[in-house]
């Protein structure tokens, strides 16, 4: 059995279990935070998520490499396009995706731990923000070539763009960002098309963003 670490919060371990969902793969969760002792033993880094291979005992740090690995272990997986152009597309989607992920999360990280020292940093934060929007700005121009039904698989790309759009929105009121409104009706749309998706989200903003749509 494969033994993920991570938890609840963390956009990269949704990812992670979105992608494992997609494509039929059962992971046993162990919830843990960043730098625990039981992410050291596997992740010198502390970051997480993490996936662990009982049987070979093995380990694999950081969500890009992990959904690679779920993939080539997976028959008929449809996470990576075998065309190398599609492939190519695929992965440029989920790169800005996860760009925007970490920019958000490094907004999150200046508020807690700057804010709390007095060392804010407003320019900083505006830098992230500006990012950010670029980031959905050019998410929403590729919005129809992500679409996708409930009859076709996937990709990791179209699936980090969910992440991706699904966390600014829920961090939005708080960091004043502006999702665009044909990202929420795209993600509406994508989350009711693959309902799993909405298990990954706070149940309270699912209900408000996506009932309202179904």
């Given amino acids: 059995m494969l033994k993920l670490l991570t938890n609840n919060r963390s956009p990269y371990g949704k990812r992670v279990l979105l992608c494992a969902a997609e494509i039929g793969v059962s992971l046993e969760i162990h919830s843990t935070e960043p730098n625990s002792k039981k992410i050291l033993e596997h992740n010198p880094l502390g970051k997480i998520p993490v996936l662990y291979d ?6 694999l740090a950081g969500s890009t490499y992990i959904i690679r690995h779920l993939h080539l272990i997976t028959p008929g997986s449809t996470l990576i396009p075998e065309s190398p152009r599609q492939a190519m597309s695929n992965a440029y989607l989920e790169s800005i995706s996860e760009g925007i992920i970490e920019a958000i999360l490094l907004l999150v990280y200046e508020e807690k731990f700057r804010q709390n020292e007095g060392q804010f940093n407003s320019s900083w934060s505006n830098h992230l923000r500006l990012k950010i929007t670029r980031g959905l700005d050019w998410l929403t121009s590729q919005t129809l070539i992500i679409n996708i039904n409930h009859n076709s698989g996937a990709t990791s790309g179209q699936i980090t ?8 929105w829920i961090k939005s009121e708080f960091f004043n960002l502006p999702i665009p409104l044909a990202l929420q009706n795209w993600f509406k749309i994508y989350a009711t098309q693959k309902p799993h998706t ?3 989200f706070p149940k309270e903003w699912i209900t408000r963003v996506v009932g309202s749509s179904c």
Avoid: D, K, P, W
């Fill in 54 to 59: 009982r049987n070979t005992e093995e380990s």
């Fill in 161 to 168: 763009a969910a992440v991706a759009v699904g966390y600014a």
């Fill in 198 to 200: 909405q298990a990954f």
